[in-house]
Nanobody, 123 residues
Framework: QIKPAQSGGGSVQVGGSLRLICEVV????MGWIRQARGQGREVIAV???????NYDDSVKGRFTVSLDSAKNTLYLDMNNVQPEDTGRYYC?????????????????????WGLGTEVTVSS
């Protein structure tokens, strides 16, 4: 399987915005997973093949996941970022669809992962 190619990320001040990009994605469930230093993986947003989205409470109302089907590109628009949003962000794809496409299903069902991109939020 072709690995998703990620871009975007970087350093941003509290309250600012960033866009993360993930190319060559198409699957039953596509997700963004965050891992803070020394912490476990946290699924923060998912986009199911039919356009249904789901968010972790920590980002709900601030982050938006979307898919451009024509470009096979998944986006994560991050607004009003906070220090706790700092971490490495991965996009991942579940091609099989055996698990529910929600943030509560965890990250193990995603079989194809990007290399990740760092996001640092400073005050």
């Amino acid at each position: 399987q072709i690995k998703p190619a990620q871009s975007g990320g970087g350093s941003v001040q509290v309250g600012g915005s960033l866009r993360l990009i993930c190319e060559v994605v198409r699957g039953r469930c596509m997700g963004w997973i965050r891992q803070a230093r020394g912490q476990g993986r946290e699924v923060i947003a998912v986009d199911e093949f039919d356009g249904t989205t789901n968010y972790d409470d920590s980002v709900k109302g601030r982050f938006t996941v979307s898919l451009d089907s024509a470009k096979n590109t998944l986006y994560l628009d991050m607004n009003n970022v906070q220090p706790e949003d700092t971490g490495r962000y991965y996009c991942a794809i579940d091609h099989q669809g055996y698990s529910a496409c929600t943030v509560y299903a965890g990250a193990d069902h995603f079989g194809s992962w990007g290399l990740g991109t760092e996001v640092t939020v400073s005050s």
